[in-house]
């Protein structure tokens, strides 16, 4: 068993009316299979309502599923003897840096999940600055999170999850109130920790560009897996993606548009760099 | 606009008062204000303002921000000093048309000046060498003893201390929500008080749903770091006594006994 499975989750909530009479039950996530390893990094897609947050809540216990079971290394997410366990071995980084960043100074952000779950006080420190570090914000580390671009924010937030030693992260689409820049900044962050500490990425997003460099990547469409593969798989299917209203990175989309011309180019290509080599050829 | 406002009105530069337990100073400054109430004569007072004195001078606090603190109350401060002056009875001094001024009034409004003077400027010590958020961690461990009789001592130091860091926030979500709302039109600057309040309506509804949105948010990130309350927590900058902190507790009942015993007894 990975470290998180999912073995047919559902998630039902119920919708009312403005009077509270209940119209109808929605399925948010609907039987849901997942086996991630440790050391992946897996991306999840998806537009708005498709279900991926949801399911990403259900990862670190936040929700419990309707039907089915969640195991985070082993551990039963229903189990709630467990509950602190889990959420300490599976992170959470959400959308809005403004609203997870507790500390009025950077380093005391940083040390709130350690302080949390009983870490003596000496090797807190070790762990902010190492986290701090690993996000490259430690020369931050005495200023107010409120004067720090989003970007910058929300690497705090990643140092926050991190200091608490996770082994595997989650990530609710934590580029989506960021400029270009700011985006860049995080994703290169989150690779980093994905390669060089091994901690487990599990990155919900919708920007497809972010995503190129996964082992696996699942596509949510109502509550459902849709597809799952190899980036390089899910990308050479560009109708498909079209069909669950997902754009193709332009470098794609344009290999895609060529091949159609009957220009001939391998499928699926992803980076400029492999264009320009598929072009040579 | 609403950006300039300070809350918690730190002044940061390097001094002993700066470093000292924040224990230390809240404690002192209760004391110092009781001293003040307890003192009777203006000889006590020499000694209360000189003893504030040393301490403004060792916290390398320029005097004019110990000033700033005075302006907000400087009205309070007129009107019971005018009360004390005309309506205390007693000797007559001079008689201005129907106003009487006695000895025991001028007495009295004179040591009550005095007395709310320097209870300002020594409270205001106080907050311009302690950040809100050492404030908060000094209160937090003060107050312990009184979770016996079960008050939440730890969730309201929590509750203080989230509250300022989203202060700046809130501001800055005020002054996008008025400028939106503004732009359709809105006027926030004309008209008489009750005009003006109803004006506030279409920004304080926002406002709050906004607020409300983030509690939700924070109290959800909160608990994905493990947040389960006080117990069980450790502490990431724990408060522990120096030896300053244990010099200074012996300063400030050095001056209580000698500024009481003169104050209240001699003379």
């Avoid at chain 1, 400029?179 to 599990?202: F, H, Q, S």
């Avoid at chain 1, 299917?237 to 220009?263: C, F, H, M, S, W």
Wanted: charge should be positive.
């Amino acid at each position: 068993m990975g470290i998180i499975k999912t073995k047919n989750v559902v998630y039902e909530y119920i919708r009312r009316d403005e009077d509270g009479n209940v119209e109808g039950i929605t399925k948010a996530v609907d039987d849901v299979n997942l086996d991630i390893n440790q050391g992946d990094f897996i991306a999840i897609l998806g537009h708005n309502g498709s279900g991926k947050s949801t399911l990403a809540k259900h990862l670190n216990a936040i929700l419990n599923p309707t039907e089915g079971t969640v195991w985070v290394d082993g551990m039963d997410t229903n189990d709630e003897s467990q509950l602190w366990n889990i959420r300490q071995t599976a992170g959470m980084v959400f959308q809005n840096p403004d609203n997870q960043i507790i500390g009025q100074v950077v380093e005391e952000d940083v040390g709130f999940g350690p302080e949390n779950i009983g870490v003596p006080t000496k090797e807190i420190w070790e762990r902010v600055e190492e986290s701090l570090r690993a996000v490259g914000m430690y020369q931050f580390r005495k200023h107010s999170p409120n004067k720090l671009s989003g970007g910058q924010k929300q690497r705090v937030s990643i140092a926050g999850v991190l200091a608490m030693h996770p082994k595997c992260i989650v990530l609710d689409e934590p580029t989506a109130m960021l400029d270009p820049n700011g985006r860049k900044e995080v994703i290169r962050a989150i690779r980093g920790l994905n390669d060089v500490e091994g901690v487990t990425v599990i990155l919900i997003t919708h920007y497809m560009e972010e995503i190129i460099h996964a082992d696996k990547v699942f596509v949510m469409d109502q509550g459902k897996i849709a597809m799952e593969g190899t980036p390089r798989e899910i990308f050479s299917q560009v109708e498909k993606l079209k069909n669950l209203r997902l754009d193709v990175p332009q470098i794609t989309l344009l290999a895609y548009e060529l091949q159609k011309k009957g220009i001939l180019l391998p499928d699926g290509i992803l980076t400029i760099k492999e264009f320009i080599q598929a072009l040579h050829l | 606009m609403l950006r300039d406002i300070t809350i918690g009105q730190y002044y940061q530069t390097e001094s002993v008062l700066h470093k000292m337990d924040p224990r230390v100073k809240l404690g002192g400054t209760l004391l110092y204000i009781i001293s003040l109430f307890l003192i009777k004569n203006f000889v006590g007072y020499i000694i209360a303002a000189l003893f504030l004195g040393i301490v403004i001078k060792l916290s390398k606090v320029p005097f004019k921000f110990m000033i700033k603190g005075m302006k907000t109350i400087i009205l309070l401060l007129m009107i019971t000093v005018l009360f004390n002056l005309f309506l205390t009875p007693g000797e007559e001094l001079v008689t201005v048309w129907k106003l009487t001024i006695t000895v025991e009034g001028l007495r009295s409004a004179v040591s009550m000046a005095i007395r709310l003077t320097l209870l300002i400027i020594g409270s205001s010590v106080m907050t311009l060498t302690t950040t809100p958020n050492n404030l908060t961690d000094g209160m937090e461990k003060m107050m312990r003893p009184l979770k016996v009789i079960k008050v939440p001592v730890h969730e309201v130091a929590m509750m203080m201390s989230i509250a300022l860091r989203f202060i700046p926030i809130l501001l800055e979500e005020t002054d996008k929500i008025m400028k939106a709302q503004i732009a359709r039109g809105a006027d926030f600057e004309s008209g008489n008080l009750l005009k003006r309040a109803k004006a506030m309506v279409p920004l304080l509804v926002p406002l709050f749903i906004s607020a409300f949105r983030r509690a939700n948010d924070l109290a959800m990130a909160m608990e994905a770091r493990c947040y389960r309350g006080g117990d069980g927590r450790t502490k990431m900058k724990p408060l522990c006594y120096q030896k300053r902190d244990y010099i200074a507790y012996i300063c400030i009942l050095l001056y209580l006994a000698v500024g009481i015993t003169v104050g209240r007894i001699l003379f």
